[in-house]
Structure formats: structure tokens, C-alpha cells
């Protein structure tokens, strides 16, 4: 029986582009799948057939010898064609589905066709820092000291005994995975005797015992911007575990946590400090010098018959906005101290005042109580 044109099989026209090709074989391949037309003899065929044809017009060369010479072109050994349905089918198919794919399963291949490097990327760190408010208002540059996994300087990370080098390993040839046909398919699985890296150390160096990587204890320069705020991340690349075998090395992540300050609380880029005063003060004024985060100190003013809880907003005095000019303000709130542990001739006059007070002097509470006396007057206001 004479075999169908290729184009003919797919569905395609002679002119199609690559992912026409792989699209048409990728309908005929779900639809007459063996796992979907069991004991369908025909359906197997049909299946073969369209991997056939993919294979061969999927390939530039294989694809211009076809379209000049037919069927003809790989027959006789003549342009090392696909074999038909030949010991070699069950490679081929492997190769198909890697195209088709790969790129879902994490199967594609590397330069070369190798798969497994041997080398793995090391491990990223978490290094939890401590800085005051003052740290973060002004920025600092810190110095800290990182356990870590660094490379071997005597094999340089390769894990070979100095002198000598990894080989590919014997097993899978250094592609860092074994193959198992099974009927026409062809299964894929991690190389047991390298376990998927793709090499294989014979001499082992004795500083590291072959992982190319020593634990070290690093001392590393951290810059910390102004504005950061409790719980920020800073990245710095490369700077983790070195990689096994010379892999490249994982990051370190720092996390800032701000410890509470004596004076102020902060929220966003604003600052608050509540400050104690007299009962003197809030009832016949005064100034105040009052700290700032920036170490020095501002007056502020008490207007006469102050109340507790009034705030005063200092303009641009709170933290600076991370990496912006912007800069946050200070709130002042005052909290009136009650005196205690009066004196005799403090509590005099206090009488005193008391007796010389008048609803203007206290004017809150004297309306509270005069709404309060109507209440119980009137029975139920």
C-alpha cells in the first residue's frame, strides 16, 4: 500500500509554518491517541501515521529533501529518513513529544542536548534585623555576619579532588535521565546513579567531599535607605547559599523589624508624641520644647485654657517617604496632668479657686451638670 502524502496526513498545506504543523499534529494526536481508542488497531495506525509525517516535515532538512523527492528521499538509507515504523520509532516519538510539549513538563533540553548540569542553584537565606526609628529616619549602612554555604576555593565548586574533573556520568551519559520504552512510548525518569545531575565524581575533593560548597561565616555591607518601615525586605542578589557544584548562588533576604521608641509612635510617614502637661500650663499657657526624631528639639506654644488631647502639627518634622523628598509631620497632643500629692497650701488654694470659679471658667462641665439637673427635673428630659 502506496503511503499518503505527508502534507495529505496532517491536513496541511504545503506552504504551512511550524506552529501549523504542530497544531494539526497535536489534534491528530489527542484524537486517535491509543489511550483513548483502545484495541483500535486502525486508530494506532492513523496515530502512527501523523507522528510520522510531523517528523519528518518538522525538520527543515527532512521537510526540503521530502518536498524534492517525495517518499523517495528516505528510502534506500538515501537522506537518513524517519524509518517508517522501525526500532528507531520509539526515539522519535520521544523527541516529538519534547517538542510538543516540553515546555509545560520542564523537559526542554540545554545547549547540546544535554539535560542535567550537575549544578544546582544554592538556597536563598532570611536574615532578620533589628534598627531603631532614628535608623530608619536617617538611614545607616550596617555590617552583619551571615552563616552560609560558600564555593570551595581548593576544587573551585566543581566538588573534584583538585587536579581532576567531573565526568559524565556513565548511567545516562551525562543527560541526567534515564529512558524506558514501553510499547511505542518512550517513559523518562531521573538517572538513579547521578540522581539527574549529569555527572559523576570519582576523587571527591577532601575539603568539601564533593558538594563544592564549605559553611562560612560572611561579613557582608547591608545599606539601609531612609523611610523604611517596620517589616520591609531588602533583596540582595547572589549573596545566599552558593550553588552545589558551581551552581549559581540563591539570595539573601534581610527584614527589617523597628523597635519601639521612648517618645514617639509612628504611622506611615507621620509621628505622633503625646506629651504630659501641667494643669497651670494648660490653664494659663506656655511653651514647651519638645524632642524631634531627627535628635533635635522644637518650641511649641500652649494657648491658654489648653484641653487634653489637642494636637499641634509640626509641618515636615515626621519621617522621610521612602525614596521620595516627601517628608511626613509631627503631631504634638498634649495629655493635662491632675496633680497629685498636694500640699496643704496647694489644696488652699485650690479652694480658693474653686470658690471663685463661674460657669464661663469651667464651661463644659457646668452644661453637662445643668442638662443632667433638667434631666431629673423634667423626669425624662
Known amino acids: ?17 511550524e506552529s501549523d504543523l504542530k497544531s494539526a499534529f497535536r489534534k491528530l494526536a489527542k484524537e486517535h491517541h491509543p489511550d483513548k481508542n483502545p484495541d483500535d488497531k486502525s486508530a494506532e495506525i492513523k496515530f502512527k501515521e501523523a507522528a510520522e509525517a510531523y517528523d519528518v516535515l518538522r525538520d527543515p532538512q527532512k521537510r526540503s529533501a521530502y518536498d524534492q523527492f517525495g517518499h523517495a528521499a528516505f528510502e534506500g538509507g538515501r537522506g537518513g529518513g524517519p524509518g517508517g515504523f522501525g526500532p528507531d520509532f520509539a526515539s522519535s516519538m520521544s523527541d516529538i513529544f519534547d517538542d510538543l510539549f516540553g515546555e509545560f513538563m520542564g523537559g526542554r533540553r540545554g545547549a547540546g542536548g544535554r539535560r542535567g548540569s550537575g549544578r544546582e542553584r544554592g538556597g536563598d537565606i532570611r536574615y532578620s534585623m533589628d534598627i531603631t526609628l532614628s535608623d530608619a529616619y536617617a538611614g545607616k549602612n550596617a555590617q552583619i555576619r551571615v552563616p552560609t554555604s560558600v564555593g570551595c576555593e581548593p576544587c573551585a565548586g566543581t566538588g573534584a579532588k583538585p587536579g581532576t574533573q567531573p ?14 520504552s514501553q510499547g511505542f512510548f518512550t ?8 540522581q ?4 559523576s565524581i570519582k576523587d571527591p575533593c577532601p575539603s568539601c567531599q564533593g558538594a563544592g560548597r564549605i559553611t562560612k561565616e560572611r561579613t557582608l555591607s547591608v545599606n539601609i535607605p531612609a523611610g523604611v518601615e517596620d517589616g520591609t525586605r531588602i533583596r540582595l542578589a547572589g549573596e545566599g547559599e552558593a550553588g552545589l557544584r558551581g551552581g549559581p548562588p540563591g539570595d539573601l533576604y534581610i527584614f527589617l523589624a523597628i523597635a519601639p521608641h521612648d517618645f514617639f509612635q509612628r504611622d506611615g510617614a507621620d509621628i505622633f508624641c503625646r506629651v504630659p502637661i501641667a494643669m ?3 490653664a494659663l499657657g506656655g511653651q514647651l520644647d519638645v524632642p524631634t526624631i531627627d535628635g533635635g528639639k522644637t518650641r511649641v506654644k500652649i494657648p491658654e485654657g489648653c484641653e487634653s488631647g489637642k494636637q499641634f502639627r509640626l509641618k515636615s518634622k515626621g519621617m522621610p517617604v521612602l525614596r521620595t ?16 500629692n498636694l500640699t496643704s497650701r496647694q489644696r488652699e488654694l485650690l479652694k480658693e479657686f474653686e470658690r471663685d470659679s463661674h460657669k464661663e471658667t469651667s464651661p463644659a462641665s457646668d452644661g453637662f451638670f445643668t442638662k443632667v439637673a433638667s434631666f431629673f427635673t423634667d423626669g425624662k428630659g
Not at 565526568?167 to 524506558?180: F, I
Open 187 to 194: 517513559i523518562e525518569r531521573t538517572c538513579p546513579s547521578c
Open 325 to 340: 523628598k516627601t517628608m511626613g509631620d509631627m503631631y504634638i497632643q498634649v495629655e493635662v496632668e491632675t496633680p497629685k
Open 167 to 180: 565526568t559524565a556520568c556513565t548511567t545516562c551519559g551525562g543527560a541526567g535521565k534515564v529512558r524506558a
Open 1 to 17: 500500500m502506496a503511503k499518503r502524502d505527508y502534507y495529505e496526513v496532517l491536513g496541511v498545506a504545503r506552504g504551512a509554518t
Open 196 to 199: 539527574g545531575r549529569g555527572e
Open 280 to 282: 497651670t500650663t494648660a
